[in-house]
């Protein structure tokens, strides 16, 4: 099978997988594996690697060297930085290699955001427009909104879907209001008027 005539992929690029969709750009030297699913109008950046059976979702931008591995679900209108490592497999040993079907899943949900430098260890979910600073390392699941820093990563307050940190009334400037149930959860979008 063809990729769509609008899929662009570098002439210095590896995109092995026929599951590519519409408007997707594959830059320089970048690796897209054979089984790997990547969406529409998504950018995969130079050097990124996403192996077979990783699914990226549509309009995710996927930057510089990032490593995205089998196992790992990634969902629309997401945000990777540069030298994001995602893992799979939890108790990696070179002498005792663990097969595919013992690998952990990981799963981004739509909307979040991951700084340049993030670790995620297998077998978390990022919560829906999420905040991942920069170096920080995920080893367990985020919830909605949140906003994580450091290893390993702590809450540090709130994110709108906009991009801004909520104030202490889980207000944004852009409108949005949000309310706190369940802190593991994480916050949902607050009824207007």
């Known amino acids: ?15 092995e997988s026929d599951a590519v969709g519409p408007g997707t750009r594959v830059w320089a030297f970048a690796h897209v594996m054979k089984g790997a699913v990547v969406g ?5 950046c130079d050097h990124a ?6 699914r990226v979702g549509d309009r995710v931008i996927v930057k510089n060297n990032a490593l995205i591995w ?27 290699k663990n097969t595919p079907d013992q690998f952990l899943p990981t799963v981004v949900r739509c909307n979040a955001s991951i700084g340049a430098n993030a670790t995620i260890v297998c077998g978390v979910t990022i919560g829906e427009s999420a905040f991942i600073g920069a170096g920080t ?24 879907a906009c991009g801004k940190k909520l104030a202490a009334d889980l ?3 852009c409108g949005r209001a949000y309310r706190l149930g369940d802190p593991e959860q994480g916050l949902t979008e607050a009824p207007t008027g």
Request: with cysteine; charged share 20%; glycine share 6%.
């Open 1 to 15: 099978m063809a990729l769509d005539a609008s899929v662009f992929v570098h002439e210095k690029a590896l995109c």
């Open 40 to 44: 529409a109008g998504c950018n995969i």
């Open 49 to 54: 690697f996403i192996e077979s059976g990783a």
């Open 70 to 96: 089998d196992k790992v679900t990634i969902e629309a209108d997401v945000f990777i930085g540069p030298n994001v490592v995602f893992t799979n497999d939890f108790i990696p040993r070179a002498a005792f």
């Open 137 to 160: 390392v995920i080893v367990r699941d985020v919830p909605r909104h949140a906003m994580m820093v450091g290893n390993p990563a702590r809450r540090i307050g709130w994110m709108c």
């Open 171 to 173: 207000a944004c400037v």
